[in-house]
C-alpha cells in the first residue's frame, strides 16, 4: 500500500508535468507569428559600398560633436540646436532642396519634415504616419568615460562613440540617411508621411514635440496611422532563457509622478531632544514606501503577451513557463521579483531621489521632506498609488503633495491584425530575421506621449541591437554604437518607408490584442 501511493505521488507530477510540455509544444507552433513578410525586398535597391557606409558613420560621430544638451525644461543649448540643423542640412542635401519635401522649423529649434505623396500616383485616402526622434541629449558627469571624450565623435575600431549615439541621434541621422538613400535612387513616395524632430525630449518634450503636435492639428492633420519613435531596442543576451534577438517593440509607456513627503513638527535645541523628531518620522514614511511595494499589476498590461511571444523561441524551461501563464503566472511575478530590472515590468515602482532636513548640527530642525518618484504601470493609477503610500506610510503627521504628473499612456493595439504593428514587426524582420517580436510597456518616459491625441497607435523601437555592455551607455558612460549595427539602423528605414509605401499598408484598426 504504501509502494502505491509513493507511485501515485510520483506519478501525478509527472503526468502534470507532460500535460504542460504537451500544452507547450502545441502553443508554441500556435505562436510562431507569421509577421507579413510580402515587403519590399530592402536588396533590390542598390547597397552602398563600405566606403559610404563610413561615411554615415562620420556624418553622425560629427552631429555627437554637437553639444544639444537639455539641462532642465525651458534650460537647452539653443546655438548647438541651431548647429545641428545646420549638419542636417549639409549632411542631407537632396532632402533639404526637394520639391516635394517641405521643412519647417517648429518653436524656434524643432523639425518638421513632410514628405508628400506624387502628384502622379495618390495613395488616396490613406492616413499619413509619422516617424518620430529627438535632437537633444543628456549632459555627462565629468571624467567618467573611459574609451574616448563624449562629445569629440570617435570612431574608434569601428565603433562609435559620443553622447547620442544610442539615445537618440542615431534615430535622427539614420531616418534622414535612409530617406535620403530612397531619393538618391529616385525613389517616388506614394504616400504622405511625417518626421518630427523634438529638441527637449530628455526635460520633458512640451516645447519640442509638444509643439510639433499642436502644428499638425493646426495645419489640419487630425489623425495620424500611426507613430513610431525611440523606446526598446534589438536585445542580446538581455533576456533570461532565450538565446535569439528580441526586437521589443514598446506598445505603452509608464506614468510618471513625483511627490514630496513633507514632515512639520517643532524645533529645538539637540541636547534636549524630543521622542521623535521631523525627520525620525520622516524616515518611517521612507522605510515603509521602501519595504511595501505597490502590488503586482502582472497580466492587467503588455508583459505577459510579452512572455508568451517569446514562449516559441525560449528553452525549455522557460518556454514551458512563458506558454502556460494560464497556470503559472503567479510563480513567472514572484520570479520577477527577485531583481529590480525584472520587478519594474509588473509594478509601479518607488525611488526616493531627494532627502532634506536639518541646517546646523545642534538644532534640531521643524520640517523635513522627501522626493519621491513613481513610474506608474499602466494599470495603475495617481489615486491608487497615493492610496498606497498612505496606507503603508500611515501616519497622518506625513503630508503627501503631487508635484509633478503624467499619466501613463493607453496600451496602443498589437498583434498580426494590427496592420501597423505587423507592419513595424515585419519591417523589423526583415533586417533581423532571426529575431523574435514581442511587445512591452516602456519603463522609462518619452516625447511620444505629446502625440497621444494623433493616434491610437503609438509605438517604439530603437531599430539596432543592444548588448549587456552597451546597455549601460544610455545616459551613463562610454555610449556607442557599431557601424555595422548603424548601418542595420538605416537599412530598417529603408525597409520602414518602403513597406508603409504600399498600397495594403496604412489602414490601422483598433483591434483586439489576443494572441
Not at 500616383?121 to 574609451?147: C, E, I, Q, R, S
Not at 534636549?272 to 514606501?289: D, H, M, S
Not at 503566472?329 to 509594478?347: E, Y
Request: negative net charge; hydrophobic residues 40%.
Amino acid at each position: 500500500m504504501c509502494n502505491k501511493v509513493v507511485l501515485i505521488f510520483l506519478l501525478v507530477p509527472a503526468s502534470f508535468l507532460a500535460i504542460l510540455l504537451a500544452l507547450n509544444t502545441t502553443t508554441s507552433r500556435q505562436r510562431q507569428f507569421q509577421w507579413d513578410m510580402n515587403r519590399k525586398d530592402v536588396t533590390s535597391l542598390p547597397q552602398l559600398d563600405r566606403e559610404r557606409i563610413q561615411q554615415r558613420a562620420e556624418r553622425l560621430a560629427k552631429a555627437l560633436t554637437i553639444q544639444t544638451i537639455s539641462w532642465e525644461r525651458d534650460l537647452f543649448e539653443t546655438e548647438a540646436l541651431l548647429q545641428l540643423h545646420q549638419h542636417l542640412k549639409d549632411s542631407f542635401p537632396l532632402i533639404h532642396s526637394s520639391p516635394s519635401i517641405e521643412v519647417n522649423v517648429i518653436n524656434g529649434y524643432s523639425l518638421l519634415y513632410k514628405i508628400h505623396e506624387s502628384k502622379e500616383d495618390k495613395n488616396g485616402g490613406v492616413l499619413p504616419y509619422m516617424l518620430a526622434a529627438h535632437m537633444d541629449v543628456v549632459p555627462v558627469a565629468n571624467g567618467t568615460w573611459k574609451m574616448a571624450d563624449p562629445f569629440e565623435g570617435s570612431i574608434i575600431d569601428g565603433v562609435i562613440y559620443g553622447r547620442g549615439a544610442l539615445d537618440d541621434k542615431s534615430s535622427v541621422m539614420g531616418i534622414l540617411e535612409a530617406l535620403e538613400f530612397l531619393l538618391e535612387n529616385k525613389y517616388h513616395f506614394h504616400r504622405t508621411f511625417y518626421i518630427g524632430f523634438g529638441h527637449d525630449e530628455e526635460v520633458s518634450g512640451f516645447e519640442g514635440a509638444g509643439h510639433i503636435a499642436k502644428h499638425l492639428k493646426e495645419t489640419g492633420v487630425s489623425h495620424l496611422d500611426f507613430v513610431l519613435d525611440e523606446g526598446y531596442f534589438v536585445l542580446e543576451d538581455l533576456v533570461e532563457g532565450v538565446d535569439d534577438l528580441v526586437s521589443v517593440i514598446g506598445v505603452t509607456e509608464k506614468g510618471y509622478a513625483t511627490l514630496e513627503l513633507s514632515v512639520e513638527m517643532s524645533p529645538g535645541h539637540s541636547s534636549i531632544p524630543p521622542k521623535e523628531t521631523a525627520i525620525g518620522v520622516l524616515a518611517k514614511a521612507v522605510w515603509a514606501l521602501e519595504t511595501n511595494p505597490h502590488p503586482s499589476m502582472f497580466g492587467h498590461g503588455p508583459e505577459m503577451d510579452f512572455f508568451a511571444y517569446i514562449s516559441s523561441s525560449a528553452k525549455i524551461g522557460h518556454s514551458v513557463l512563458f506558454s502556460n501563464l494560464w497556470l503559472l503566472s503567479p510563480l513567472l511575478s514572484k520570479l520577477l521579483a527577485n531583481s529590480p530590472v525584472t520587478d519594474a515590468i509588473q509594478r509601479t515602482t518607488t525611488a526616493i531621489t531627494i532627502i532634506q532636513g536639518g541646517y546646523k548640527q545642534n538644532v534640531i530642525p521643524g520640517s523635513a521632506s522627501a522626493t519621491v518618484n513613481h513610474r506608474i504601470h499602466p494599470a495603475d493609477s495617481l489615486d491608487q498609488v497615493i492610496e498606497h503610500n498612505r496606507r503603508v506610510i500611515n501616519d497622518p503627521r506625513v503630508h503627501i503633495k503631487v508635484v509633478d504628473y503624467y499619466p501613463p499612456t493607453p496600451i496602443s493595439p498589437y498583434g498580426l491584425d494590427v496592420s501597423a504593428f505587423n507592419l513595424i514587426a515585419s519591417s523589423v524582420k526583415q533586417i533581423y530575421p532571426s529575431s523574435v517580436i514581442a511587445p512591452a510597456c516602456s519603463p522609462a518616459n518619452t516625447d511620444l506621449r505629446r502625440y497621444v491625441e494623433l493616434s491610437d497607435h503609438l509605438y517604439r523601437i530603437t531599430p539596432t541591437v543592444l548588448t549587456p555592455v552597451t546597455r549601460g551607455g544610455i545616459h551613463g558612460d562610454d555610449e556607442q554604437i557599431t557601424i555595422e549595427h548603424y548601418h542595420n539602423f538605416i537599412r530598417f528605414y529603408v525597409a520602414l518607408m518602403l513597406n508603409a509605401d504600399q498600397p495594403e499598408a496604412g489602414h490601422s484598426t483598433v483591434r483586439h490584442r489576443e494572441l
